[in-house]
């Protein structure tokens, strides 16, 4: 099981998550969007396309733009299957160990 984990909360839980350039994407349906609120952020892949932010929020602390999306990524990225997947950084540790595919 994979876990994205900040300031001692488990912010995503998933079997498998994409790995693209490093980064896990959890699917967005394994992440708890209690700890999330969006940002007005935007940044340019340019590959991926356009990616969009969110704020966590745990126990009254921000860490802000510390997880990002594609909402819509560009052709190339549509082949790593990223739409709908949420990637973390900015001290959020992601562990655990993929289990193998079904």
């Known amino acids: 099981m994979m876990r994205a984990v900040w300031n ?15 980064n896990h994407y959890f699917p967005q349906d394994a992440v708890r969007q209690e ?7 935007r940044s340019l892949c340019p590959w991926k396309g356009v990616a ?16 990002w999306y594609y909402p819509g990524p560009w052709p190339l990225a549509r082949l790593v299957r990223i739409k709908d997947h949420v990637a973390f950084w900015n001290g959020v ?3 655990g160990t993929q289990e193998p595919k079904p």
Not at 35 to 41: A, D, H, M, P, V
Not at 52 to 58: A, E, G, Q
């Open 52 to 67: 969009r932010y969110y704020t966590l929020t745990v126990d009254g602390m921000e860490n802000p733009d510390a997880a």
């Open 93 to 95: 540790r992601v562990e």
């Open 35 to 41: 700890f999330l609120r969006g940002s007005s952020t």
């Open 8 to 22: 001692g909360a488990v912010i995503a839980e998933a079997p498998r998550t994409r790995v693209v350039e490093g």
